[in-house]
């Protein structure tokens, strides 16, 4: 660890050393004109020096080493704004600040300039990253609404189980392995109605970054994605409103300013089940749900000049209510509260953050009528995980424009389970603790056509055991190198560990409830190892081609014991996983259309007791293909047409009746069936594919605007196979043709 930090001391008397004495910066804020939203990822560029930075998550940018005591042409461009210029002075020794508006384009999808982007992006190290935008999944097909999981099956490398669900896997890790935060909190249940959508509503979200894999050293709890949702700051400028309404769910929005500030209050509830039958061969789906969210910002110079303090809260609530009495009902709640500081310090490149919350999940199976004859199952299975936060992190950025980061979290959870297996085990499983983890990393961005990220978090303690815990280090690396003008290659290598984990029956068709623990003491947290390879061209100004290649290594991997038999018996036991494939995503943009395609070769293995199998959303082959068109007038139109080689799947191969004793003094007895299963996940089911149409519009009238959607879904009514019931035999089709339409009035 001393080492570690004795590297990043001499990395910074190295930096100071080079430090110019005629020189300033520049560093501003990048926001809209309409509503003060900051403009993450855009790009600001000095004329005359060629040489530029783009924002950050924030909106801000910084550019150092500028040769001071002149007059430059600065350039900010953002997609879908129209482009500013701006003349600034730079002083020497002091940090230029400048606040940037800039003003959505008249256009719908207009020609963008990207003046400089090429140039921004050389030293870029990010890899097996996409960054979503709400405009972005407006464009696409929605099964019923806009959803922002749903919109990550279209990416290569991501693949779900079927229509039905929004669960999705990465690079063939289990959907347990993807972190979603929102606002940097992590969400533990992040769908609705059996999995089916996202509970995330999208009208409440700025951005999102998806990492596939290869995250760097300041993120880390996760084995395979990383899913970072940032919520809109609310209007800045002047109160609005919004309601919107489709065949599943009626929501609405509010935000405006407050004193030195602004906030924004979204919620959404379910008010039918009509259309949910399509989802599962018309049987009845008696799912309500509801989601809210808010957000408070203020930010006064008087008070703290360059800071910014933000309150956030988020829940939401699902309750699946069978009328038959021999299925079980499922309850479930999420729950986030949350609150940061961000400063700037005034005339340094210095920025740090603090932040604090708290995350809960408490979800319920609720036994039926057969549960409740039998006496060892009157307790229903509840699992409650509660999570308290706190940390902070501190970024410098040099003159030569590297960067060195450092930062702590805290991290204390709490969780409790009570289940029974089908051998009619009971297990109560509670466990508290807490994890200390720092990371420190540096950023070299100085050297020409290359860049390069790599650092450590340092696992101080474990939650299973609070005290006493080894380090468990996690080194990241992440570099990029510009070969040719228009060709950069990226590779990155890094350790990830998982401490908290679901459990789920592989056995099952749809897992409606994943119920979360602290891994046992008595298991080693489960880790993995990512190499990931990487080739980006730009074959000219719309044209471009990224071909990424993978090999994930997991270890430890916590897996349900199928053979418990007593309660001493351990409820999981180790196995391991591996998974490796090749990507290939083409895009070719231009001002009124986009056309895109991808392909992923993969392969996908768990191991558990010498068994080496498939996991059911092993797809060996996967195409998207998508076309966006820009009709004018407010008119949009997209297609996508989707190809997965057939998933795996176990065979029902007979059945047999277990005896099962009500009161062994009384004799009492019954039987009760059960599946007899062939060799897990050996057979394929058939290929799937089919193919969406949208159609949307944006009408402009005298006092608000209104937004029409039309969707069709498997416009050719292909019937893909999703599974056989294990009771009756009979065929189950996903997704049928399925029409679907959505209004939104924007006030």
């Known amino acids: ?233 609310g209007n800045k400028n002047k109160f609005g409103a919004s309601a919107s309404g489709s065949f599943l769910t009626a929501k609405a929005l509010i935000e405006g300013p407050i004193p030195d500030g602004s906030f924004i209050l979204t919620g959404r509830k379910s008010h039918s089940n009509a259309i949910l039958k399509k989802f599962l061969n018309e049987k009845d789906v008696p799912v309500d749900f509801y989601d809210l969210s808010f957000k408070v910002n203020y930010s006064n110079p008087d008070v703290l000049e360059n800071a910014k303090f933000t309150l956030h809260g988020f829940a939401s609530r699902d309750f699946l209510d069978n009328s038959d009495v021999l299925t079980e009902d499922f309850r479930w709640t999420n729950g986030i509260l949350g609150f940061k500081y961000f400063q700037w310090v005034t005339d340094s490149p210095i920025f740090f953050e603090f932040s604090v919350s708290i995350s809960n999940f408490d979800g319920e199976a609720i036994p039926n009528l057969r549960m409740i004859l039998r006496k060892s199952r009157k307790k229903s299975i509840r699992n409650i995980l509660d999570d308290f936060n706190f940390g902070g992190d501190v970024t410098y950025i040099f003159d030569t424009q590297d960067e060195i980061g450092v930062g702590m979290k805290i991290n204390k959870v709490k969780t409790v389970l009570s289940l029974e297996n089908d051998q009619g085990a009971v297990s109560e499983i509670e466990a508290e603790g807490a994890n200390t983890v720092i990371y420190a990393k540096y950023k070299i961005l100085h050297i020409k056509d290359f860049g390069l990220d790599f650092g450590t978090r340092v696992n101080l303690t474990r939650f299973a055991i609070t005290t006493g815990g080894e380090f468990y280090f996690e080194p990241r690396v992440n570099l990029s190198y510009q070969l040719l003008d228009g060709i950069k290659i990226k590779a990155a290598a890094g350790r990830y560990q998982q401490e908290l984990t679901t459990i789920s029956d592989e056995n099952e068709v749809i897992s409606i409830f994943e119920p979360w623990i602290i891994t046992p003491r008595y298991l080693v947290p489960s880790s993995a190892v990512h190499y990931i390879f990487g080739l980006e061209t730009e074959l000219n100004r719309y044209l471009s081609a990224n071909i990424e290649g993978y090999y994930k290594k997991i270890k430890n991997l916590p897996l349900l014991n199928e053979n418990k038999y007593f309660p001493a018996d351990p409820d999981l036991i180790a196995g391991k996983g591996e998974a490796y494939g090749v990507e290939v995503l083409s895009k070719y943009e231009k001002s009124f259309f986009n056309v895109s395609g991808s392909y992923s070769l993969s392969w996908s293995f768990k191991e558990i007791d010498g068994l080496r199998y498939r996991p059911r959303y092993d797809s060996r082959h996967s195409v998207n293909l998508s076309l966006e068109i820009n009709l004018g007038k407010g008119w949009r139109a997209s297609a996508v047409w989707q190809y997965n080689s057939g998933l795996p799947f176990t065979q029902l191969i007979g059945y047999y009746n277990r005896m099962y004793f009500d009161d062994l003094e009384s004799r009492n007895y019954y039987f009760i069936p059960h599946s007899i299963l062939a060799e897990r996940n050996a057979a394929l089911l058939p290929d799937y594919h089919r193919l969406d149409l949208n159609l949307s519009a944006k009408f402009n009238l005298s006092f608000a605007a209104m937004y029409l959607d039309f969707s069709i879904i498997n416009v050719y009514n292909r019937k893909n196979l999703f599974y056989f019931e294990r009771e009756t035999g009979k065929r189950v089709n996903m997704l049928p043709f399925l029409p679907s339409a959505a209004i939104k009035i924007e006030l």
């Open 1 to 233: 660890m001393f080492r570690v930090i004795y590297i990043f001391c001499f990395l910074l008397i190295l930096n100071s050393m080079s430090l110019g004495q005629r020189t300033g910066a520049l560093r501003g804020l990048v926001t809209d004109s309409t509503s003060g939203e900051a403009l993450a990822f855009g790009n600001v560029f000095i004329d005359e020096l060629k040489i530029g930075a783009s924002t950050d998550a924030r909106g801000y940018f910084y550019i150092p080493s500028i040769l001071a005591n002149k007059t430059y042409r600065v350039i900010i461009s953002y997609i879908g704004y129209e482009t500013r210029q701006r003349e600034v002075f730079i002083l020497q020794n002091v940090i230029t600040h400048i606040n940037v508006k800039l003003m959505p384009a008249a256009i719908d999808i207009g020609v963008v300039e990207k003046i400089g982007e090429k140039y921004i992006e050389k030293a870029a190290t990010d890899i097996s990253l996409e960054r979503i935008f709400v405009k972005d999944l407006e464009m696409l097909p929605k099964s019923v609404e806009t959803d922002l999981f749903r919109s990550l099956q279209h990416l290569p490398g991501v693949q779900t189980v079927g229509d039905v669900s929004a669960r999705f896997f990465v690079r063939g890790g289990s959907s347990n392995q993807n972190l979603v935060l929102l606002n940097d909190v992590p969400v533990y249940s992040p769908f609705h109605a059996l999995g089916l959508f996202g509970s995330v509503d999208p009208d409440m979200v700025n951005f999102s970054e998806f990492y596939k894999g290869g995250f760097t050293a300041e993120h880390g709890g996760r084995l395979s994605s990383l899913m970072r949702i940032v919520t809109k700051d």
